[in-house]
């Protein structure tokens, strides 16, 4: 007598195969249509620059771009090479934004467990936050002069608040379960910080610095501009000043890449230290 085979009798590695199998076309489309994106610009820029329908010294075509890109890396542009310049530009950036992290991250937390705290500190960040960065960047440059430090200030202020406010809310919807269950179980204010509200609200922290590094990159002009001599920034600023359209779009391309490189690895950073999330 033969006995038919119900659904239930299909093996779970076999069905974990077929359901992993069926999201791979899933991923592969959503590299594919990315990828027709990126041609698809490319192709308009090629057509409307061949076809004379922009001015080639405002919008010049693919190929100066890309000699431009060349030229500043082998020969440099203004003293430095390009990667002198992405070198000089990342220094800022990575040292603003860790000491941003270093100074947001255990200030947001406080503010978030101490309502007192956050009384007393919620209205200096709620204050200057909205303030632009050219306007803070005078009075930077008048307390502190025209070298790295007006810089470096101005890009650490740029990027303090999304962290501390992405930090707040982190802590504030830690689920409040969870933190008498550790009190019940004798967990001390340590064991709650480093047990419970970091790990809990860890990926909206990462989420609010992931936000904070892109608002602090697209600053970096503003930061560049005065008595700098390297730097992408600066690179762009001043190319612009001598109509130079290939290196400013080759410079925009480099800072986009860069950004893009930058937010990848943090959320890699983001899969090494929080798997769970």
């Known amino acids: 007598m033969s006995v038919e085979a119900s659904p239930m009798a299909i093996p779970i590695s076999a069905d974990r195969t077929r359901r992993g199998s069926l999201r791979l076309p899933k991923v592969s489309r959503s590299v594919l249509l990315s990828t027709l994106t990126i041609a698809a610009l490319l192709a308009t820029w090629a057509v409307v620059t061949e076809m004379g329908w922009a001015n080639e010294l405002f919008l010049p075509k693919p190929q100066a771009v890309w000699a431009a890109f060349i030229k500043t890396m082998t ?11 992405l070198g000089a530009s990342l220094y800022r950036i990575l040292v603003a934004f860790a000491l941003a992290c ?6 947001g937390v406080l503010m978030g467990v101490s309502r007192n705290a ?5 209205p200096l960040i709620e204050f200057y936050r909205p303030l632009p960065p050219l306007g ?3 009075l930077l440059v008048m307390w502190l002069g025209i070298g790295e430090s007006s810089k ?7 990027g303090l608040p999304g962290i501390v406010i992405s930090t707040i809310q982190a802590v504030t919807s ?6 008498r269950a550790a009190q019940s179980l004798g967990a001390t204010r340590r064991d709650l910080l480093f047990h419970v509200y970091l790990p809990a609200a860890g990926p909206l922290i990462l989420a609010g610095m992931r936000i904070s590094l892109g608002f602090t990159y697209t600053v970096l002009v503003a930061a560049e501009i005065v008595a700098a001599s390297a730097g992408i920034g600066w690179m762009i600023w001043d190319a612009a000043k001598f109509l130079l359209s290939d290196v400013v779009i080759m410079g925009l391309i480099v800072l986009g890449l860069t950004g893009v490189v930058l937010d990848l690895m943090m959320r890699g950073v983001a899969k090494l230290l929080m798997p769970w999330a």
């Open 118 to 122: 956050r009384a007393l500190l919620n």
């Open 136 to 138: 803070l960047y005078t």
């Open 152 to 158: 470096l200030s101005l890009l650490f202020l740029a």
């Open 75 to 85: 020969k440099g542009y203004q003293g430095a090479t390009l990667l002198q310049h």
């Open 102 to 107: 270093l100074i947001g991250i255990p200030l």
């Open 174 to 179: 830690v689920d409040p379960v969870y933190v």
